[in-house]
């Protein structure tokens, strides 16, 4: 998908729309079937076993607890699969681009910032996790809970640094709030019917299955 | 226990990135190994090959008789895994104490390694990493961030290493240990320039200073200071 602000919007619908119902996430899988790549990306398929592993295991609780872990699992895992397709499409610039087209080269220009600054750091923590994990090979350490934490320490310790640097660049070149920048969208025709079916499936998921057959009562 | 036949064999190992790409072939035998080459030829890129962290495109890697490697990356920062030098070496299975003397830094291990400066992390790293035998030992720039004095004690400390295979990567251009043999990253692929010093003659991006040698007819017998401050002076004609 080339353009952004259809990215981003039909990612927030359809995030929505599974969230709400069982339905919603019906409709949202057979978008997602239609108009993502599924899970080919190298990007996405790391991540996948382990983030299905921890939303199943937080349904077998629901499960456990009387609830219907099932509905929970489909809806969360919809929810994971726009997640991801989402991060494997985006390019550094398109957050920066989007807030200043919605909300203004101020207001907006700083909300794409953050926004940037946030793929940025995640990008960042991957990186860093794959050269704790290095690291702990080359020591001979066994990754495991054990050195969980020191390792979440040691991620997070990095994350700090890193946010101190960026705010010293940006006060070093004067930054104070807003910016200047003209963003530019190439919009094709199939990102137009996929923003479409998004609006659909959000539909689809708020107004019930039966109101969709009212003239046949 | 190192074992006297070891090698590490590269049998037309290729790695690729975009257009870029790194062929490499030879046999890496108990030794000091010198690999050289430019910044982006591939070196570390090689050494992580070789530490068997990064899979090649085609070709193989056999480690014949080694049975424990540890591999020194450029970067000192990218080995931490405790957030104090206490916890740090304990994570080497090390003690403080003796790797703060060996590093020849008089700080608290309850310091945080990130407070230290590059060189200093260096250091620490080094003294962490040479404080073991292994049978291969693979070394990405380490030289890096250290000022001469440590420049040179650690070519003393990689030139006292007796066992196992020791490969240096390295685009230094003043300090080196004794080296046994001599390789080099040349047009995208590895050549073997063979034992030293014969292999010296056939080094192409030599330092300035050691070609200069090798022009005037004046090839140091290996690359230690002391040995290119020899060749330096049977060219002005001292003893």
């Not at chain 1, 499409?89 to 200043?100: K, R």
């Not at chain 1, 003209?182 to 079916?197: Q, W």
């Not at chain 2, 074992?3 to 000091?32: C, H, K, N, Q, Y």
Request: hydrophobic content about 45%.
């Amino acid at each position: 998908m080339q353009d952004a602000r259809v990215r981003l919007g039909s990612a927030a619908l359809l995030s929505v729309a599974a969230f709400i119902s069982i339905e919603g996430a019906c409709a949202v899988f057979l978008w997602w079937l239609v108009f993502t790549p599924h899970v080919r990306s190298a990007r996405t398929r790391s991540v996948l076993p382990g983030m299905l592993a921890l939303i199943g295991f937080v349904a077998i609780l629901i499960v456990i607890s009387g609830g219907n872990g099932f509905s929970y699992f489909v809806r969360m895992a919809l929810v994971l699969f726009i997640g991801i397709w989402l991060y494997a499409e985006q390019t550094p610039g398109d957050f920066l681009s989007v807030a200043v087209w919605a909300f203004g080269k101020r207001t907006g220009f700083d909300m794409g910032m953050i926004g940037e600054c946030a793929m940025q750091m995640a990008e960042s923590l991957s990186r860093d996790l794959t050269r704790i994990q290095t690291a702990m090979k080359l020591k001979r350490q066994v990754w495991g809970i054990k050195n969980l934490v020191p390792a979440i320490l040691v991620l997070i310790h990095d994350a700090m640094i890193r946010a101190g640097d960026i705010t010293e660049l940006l006060a070093t070149r004067g930054y104070r709030n807003g910016g200047s920048l003209c963003p530019v969208f190439r919009t094709s025709a199939r990102d137009l019917v996929a923003g479409i079916c998004a609006i659909c499936a959000l539909i689809f998921a708020i107004i019930p299955v039966s109101e969709f057959f009212i003239l046949y009562r | 226990m190192a074992v006297p036949g070891m090698r590490l064999f590269l049998d037309r190992v290729t790695m690729e990135r975009g257009a870029w790409s790194l062929v490499a072939g030879g046999t890496f035998s108990r030794g000091i190994h010198l690999v050289t080459g430019s910044v982006g030829s591939g070196k570390s890129t090689l050494a992580l090959l070789m530490a068997g962290l990064c899979p090649p495109v085609r070709g193989t890697v056999d480690r014949d008789g080694i049975q424990s490697w540890m591999l020194s990356t450029q970067f000192p920062e990218f080995h931490i895994t405790g957030l104090s030098i206490a916890e740090e070496c304990a994570s080497w299975g090390l003690d403080t104490d003796v790797i703060l003397r060996s590093a020849g830094l008089e700080i608290s291990g309850d310091v945080s390694p990130f407070s230290l400066s590059r060189g200093e992390l260096k250091r620490l790293h080094i003294a962490c990493v040479l404080s073991r035998q292994y049978d291969l030992l693979l070394l990405d720039e380490p030289f890096s961030s250290l000022d001469c004095a440590e420049k040179e004690r650690l070519c003393r400390e990689i030139t006292s290493r007796e066992q196992g295979i020791t490969v240096v990567f390295t685009h230094e251009q003043s300090a080196f240990p004794r080296v046994d043999q001599l390789w080099e990253i040349a047009g995208g692929e590895l050549c073997d320039l063979g034992r030293v010093p014969d292999a010296i003659l056939r080094w192409q991006y030599a330092p300035a200073l050691i070609k200069r040698l090798v022009g005037v007819g004046r090839c140091p017998s290996n690359l230690t200071p002391d040995e290119i401050q020899e060749a330096a002076c049977r060219m002005h004609g001292y003893d």
